[in-house]
């Protein structure tokens, strides 16, 4: 019985661990578009400015968050396809560092429309 009982314990543990990674690089996905729309927003604000420096700028690192995010949707593809697998954890750590890029293409892009004096708190805070 004590065999059973651990062999069903790890087949939970597995379970879990498919489920956590796949959540994980779910959420990273949905981080990481969020910040791609808030860099477009801030480089839309910046365009709106009139100062074409200032807009190019956002808009470049808006157009670098927006490839984070789709990294970031294709890992969490990745991990949901091979749930509970090392590949699985594989892509929802590729997930999460996509993320972390758009994160900061987001901020770049609000660096730039702050320089042209232009709306940048876009997450609504």
Do not use: F, R, V
């Not at 968050?65 to 949707?73: E, I, P, Q, S, V």
């Not at 509970?84 to 929802?92: C, S, V």
Request: glycine share 4%.
């Amino acid at each position: 019985m004590s065999i059973n009982k651990a062999l069903l314990a790890a087949a939970l543990g597995l379970a879990l661990a498919a489920c956590t990674n796949s959540q994980q690089a779910a959420d990273s996905a949905a981080e990481a578009t969020e910040a791609a729309g808030e860099a477009q927003q801030a480089a839309d604000n910046a365009a709106a400015t009139g100062d074409a420096a200032s807009a190019d700028a956002a808009q470049a690192a808006a157009d670098t968050a927006a490839a984070a995010a789709d990294a970031a949707a294709t890992s969490a593809d990745a991990a949901t396809a091979n749930a509970g697998t090392t590949e699985a954890d594989d892509a929802a750590d590729a997930a999460e560092n996509a993320a972390d890029a758009a994160e900061q293409a987001q901020d770049s892009a609000e660096e730039a429309a702050a320089a042209s004096d232009a709306k940048t708190n876009n997450d609504g805070k």
